[in-house]
């Protein structure tokens, strides 16, 4: 398989806002914004997703606002923001919102949502996987018409990285209205999504490298990494737990972007 694009390889953080204390927090997403990372992104979830079920826990969106006045260079968003706790033209006027307060680096990240301990404590109808995947496809246009009535208008077309794997109605989706495409796998599980994709990109008239592939990683960028980019995978993102919030790995993976960007 050939890649789809020349786009150059970016590096992305995920920084998990778990079991820290938020100057700790801030503190590290200051150092990766040193160390040259391209992207910095939370998630959307009010509990813990691993370790102590009730430890330290920090909002997703109101740390990205803090996150724009902090950081200068480096995009910011949420992997994934889920679609089940905004109403669509709030969570669009948010985006816009940081879009301004950041000078334009928001990535706005969604998805359908999954945790069901979110929804239970705070007092959302977790339904079914389909109806959270339908209430998505109801959201995405509504969000883009948002965004060409909100005055003033965003300082860009706000990317949108619609998370998922879902190869008959997720994919489907990012074909429609993805900018970017966030998935997670091995090398033959991402290479079955991409093709998927392709598909839909066909049959919705897009062209495929209009869409940036998107990937979770861990470990040694030397066990995957070059493989991934044979698929036309471009952004690779690791990320890091409190309260440590260990850097090592993302260094690795940064160094492998500068040695194939050139």
């Known amino acids: 398989m050939t890649t789809?694009?020349?786009r150059p390889f970016r590096i992305g953080l995920?920084?998990?806002p778990q079991?820290?204390?938020y100057d700790r927090i801030r503190r590290a997403a200051a150092e990766a914004e040193d160390m040259g990372v391209d992207i910095l992104f939370n998630?959307?979830?009010f509990y813990p997703l691993s370790g102590d079920p009730e430890?330290?826990?920090f909002e997703c969106w109101t740390m990205l606002g803090a996150?724009?006045?902090?950081?200068?260079?480096?995009?910011?968003?949420?992997?994934?923001?889920?679609?089940?706790?905004?109403?669509p033209e709030l969570l669009a006027d948010m985006a816009r919102t940081v879009d301004h307060i950041s000078d334009g680096r928001l990535i706005l990240g969604i998805g359908a949502g999954w945790f069901q301990?979110?929804?239970?404590?705070?007092?959302?109808?977790?339904?079914?996987?389909?109806?959270?995947?339908?209430?998505?496809?109801?959201?995405?246009?509504?969000?883009?018409?948002?965004?060409?009535?909100?005055?003033?208008?965003?300082?860009r077309k706000i990317p949108m990285l619609i998370g998922g794997g879902g190869e008959r109605k997720t994919l489907r989706l990012v074909a429609r209205h993805g900018d970017i495409w966030h998935g997670f796998g091995d090398v033959e599980v991402a290479a079955r999504k991409v093709e998927v994709l392709d598909g839909h990109c066909a049959d919705v008239g897009r062209d495929p490298a209009e869409i940036e592939r998107s990937v979770g990683v861990s470990g040694s960028p030397a066990d995957s990494a070059d493989q991934l980019a044979?698929?036309?995978i471009t952004l690779f993102t690791v990320s890091t737990g409190g309260p440590d919030y260990d850097l090592s790995t993302l260094r690795e993976w940064l160094a492998w972007r500068d040695s194939r960007n050139g």
């Open 4 to 6: 789809h694009t020349t």
């Open 14 to 16: 995920q920084i998990q």
């Open 19 to 21: 079991h820290a204390d």
């Open 43 to 45: 998630w959307d979830h």
């Open 55 to 57: 430890g330290k826990h």
């Open 67 to 87: 996150w724009a006045e902090a950081t200068s260079r480096v995009e910011i968003g949420a992997l994934v923001t889920c679609n089940s706790y905004r109403n």
């Open 117 to 155: 301990k979110d929804y239970d404590e705070y007092g959302y109808e977790f339904g079914t996987a389909g109806g959270r995947l339908a209430d998505l496809a109801d959201a995405l246009p509504r969000i883009e018409k948002r965004f060409a009535a909100l005055n003033p208008a965003p300082t």
């Open 230 to 232: 044979e698929l036309g």
